[in-house]
Structure formats: structure tokens, C-alpha cells
């Protein structure tokens, strides 16, 4: 069974850094578009980052420069590289196939000040 299964969320001060990864076990990222979302407290799920099956990568005018989405297409995982951190990145982290509109559990990201 595909499922999207997120990691690497926690606790961190601001200013440092994070990996988050999701393991897509099933999923050929050639064929598939992948995304990084996330919600934070009483706001909407925006999203962060996305690459398409050939590799195009989008990110979010708001989430430029400080965030990376790759993938290792051998693992079946997407990552997602956050620096310098901030309070405001306080937020359940999720990741998403698009084809199959399939979601992860979602990762929390706490940023303390």
C-alpha cells in the first residue's frame, strides 16, 4: 500500500536548522509531482515547496532562500531543508503526492525564540 510517511519535525531555537524527510514508499518521483505543505496554528495549510517528476522546483514566493526540496529518487524520500529558522515556522509540516492527492500524517515543527 502507498503511503506517505513524514520525520525529522521537533524542537528547535530559532536560528537553527532542519532536515524533514518523507519516505514514499510505492511512489516513482519520475512519474510524480511531490510537495512539502504546512499548517501553522489557527492558519491555512499553504504550500512550501514542490518538484515535478522531471525535477522542477517551485517554491513559494514567501518560502524562498530559506527552504530546499530535494529527493532521492533511488529511497523514494523528499526532504525538505529548513534554515534559520523563526517562530513563525511554527507549523505541522506535511508532505503530498499530487497525482494521487495521497498526505502524510504531517511533521511538527515547534521554533522556540
Known amino acids: 500500500q502507498v503511503q506517505l510517511v513524514e520525520s525529522g519535525g521537533g524542537l528547535v531555537q530559532a536560528g537553527g536548522s532542519l532536515r524533514l524527510s518523507c519516505s514514499a514508499s510505492?511512489?516513482?518521483?519520475?512519474?510524480?509531482?511531490m510537495g512539502w505543505y504546512r499548517r501553522a496554528p489557527g492558519k491555512e495549510r499553504e504550500l512550501v515547496a514542490s518538484?515535478?517528476?522531471?525535477?522542477?522546483?517551485h517554491y513559494a514566493d514567501s518560502m524562498k532562500g530559506r527552504f530546499t526540496i530535494s529527493r532521492d529518487i533511488a529511497a523514494h524520500i523528499l526532504y525538505l531543508q529548513i534554515h534559520s529558522l523563526a517562530p513563525e515556522d511554527t507549523a505541522v509540516y506535511y508532505c503530498?503526492?499530487?497525482?494521487?492527492?495521497?498526505w502524510g500524517q504531517g511533521t511538527q515543527v515547534t521554533v522556540s525564540s
Open positions: 503530498t503526492n499530487f497525482n494521487s492527492n495521497l
Open positions: 510505492g511512489i516513482d518521483f519520475t512519474e510524480n509531482g
Open positions: 518538484i515535478s517528476g522531471t525535477g522542477r522546483i
